[in-house]
């Protein structure tokens, strides 16, 4: 072989090396390109698998289910928003200063008469009504209303007479306090809706003492209101007595004894009304049960509301008759009118 030879030999050997560590390494490159986009594939695969299971996933059976259940949805909002539009008066007319001042009195005179008949009142050193009272409209006892504000205090006023009446004929203990928020009409001022929000809230509060029973039914009787519509914002409820009872205030009645006995000692673990059991026996009988049982059987009488088995009475007689102390911060809700439909393009 010559040296030619061998030198052409050597440099197609050296160049095909250089092209076979070329050709492994770009390969070595695709592989792990390959590797990375299979990767991210099945990523990309699992979580539109996962998808598909999702009820909101945008094919044509959940697309169509989704419309008829926003038509349901519309159907619903637009019944219940005729309902709560039936509660705004047909208009809220401004009239004169004084057949308003003439509506205030007689309003409050029946606010008071219903409260008087439920037992409250405000003479004495210890009213049971504020001094004064006047539904929360006590500064036009001697100064007339705005003309331009009258008609929402007419529509105002007829909500706090309601809600006074339900409060009264809960029979709460006493009226503890009452007030109503001045509106702007009244200070000369434009009222300037919420943007977004569909009604205007007028609050009050007021605050009463009472049996629990008073509690329930005045809740009751404003949520169940078919002329207005109140929303209690919030409330705060305590006991009168912040102290809990001591075992002293129990008082039980002794158990009157008839017959024979009436006239023995008693109140030892041997008499016939206490005997000492023990576990798994019966009480022995009373001789006047005993007499009882053998005579012929007569219709049983009924059980007086008074036993001393009776648990209630028990606790009312350790607890006592408690009232409670409730506040209420209420909104008088007034809806907006239905909105002006456009008329249809010609």
């Known amino acids: ?59 044509e059976k959940n697309l169509e289910q989704k419309e008829a ?125 919420t943007p977004g929000v569909p009604y205007r809230a007028m609050p009050i509060e007021v605050a009463f003492a009472g049996p629990e029973s008073a509690l329930r039914a005045f809740i009751n009787g404003i949520q169940s209101s078919k002329q207005h519509y109140f929303v209690i914002r919030s409330m705060r409820v305590r006991n009168d007595k912040q102290e809990g009872p001591k075992a002293s205030d129990a008082q039980f009645e002794a158990p009157v004894k008839e017959g024979a006995d009436a006239g023995a000692p008693g109140g030892g673990i041997f008499d016939s009304g206490a005997a000492f059991v023990l576990p798994g026996e019966s009480a022995p009988a009373a001789p006047a049960e005993a007499a009882a049982a053998a005579a012929p059987a007569a219709a049983e009488p009924e059980k007086a509301e008074d036993s001393p088995a009776d648990s209630s009475r028990i606790l009312q007689q350790v607890l006592g008759q408690e009232d409670v102390n409730a506040f209420f911060r209420i909104d008088i809700i007034l809806f907006d009118g239905a909105p002006a439909t456009a008329a249809p393009k010609k």
């Open 69 to 193: 259940e926003l038509k349901t949805y519309s159907a619903n909002a637009e019944e219940l928003a005729k309902k709560l539009q039936a509660l705004r008066p047909a208009t809220l007319e401004n009239t004169d200063p004084q057949a308003f001042t003439d509506l205030l009195v007689k309003t409050a005179d029946a606010s008071i008469k219903a409260y008087q008949t439920a037992g409250l009142s405000a003479e004495g050193d210890n009213p049971s009504l504020p001094k004064g009272f006047y539904l929360g409209f006590e500064a036009y006892t001697s100064t007339p209303a705005q003309k331009d504000s009258t008609g929402i205090m007419t529509y105002q006023l007829g909500a706090i007479s309601e809600l006074n009446a339900v409060l009264a004929a809960s029979k709460p203990s006493a009226l503890l306090n009452f007030r109503r928020e001045a509106l702007p009409e009244e200070k000369n001022e434009a009222y300037k809706p």
């Open 1 to 59: 072989m010559t040296p030619k030879e061998k030198r052409f030999i050597s440099i197609l050997a050296g160049i095909s090396l250089v092209c076979i560590g070329g050709l492994y390494f770009f390969a070595s490159k695709g592989s792990s390109r390959f590797d990375a986009a299979k990767e991210g594939f099945d990523s990309v695969d699992s979580k539109i698998k996962s998808m598909e299971g999702l009820p909101v996933y945008p094919t």
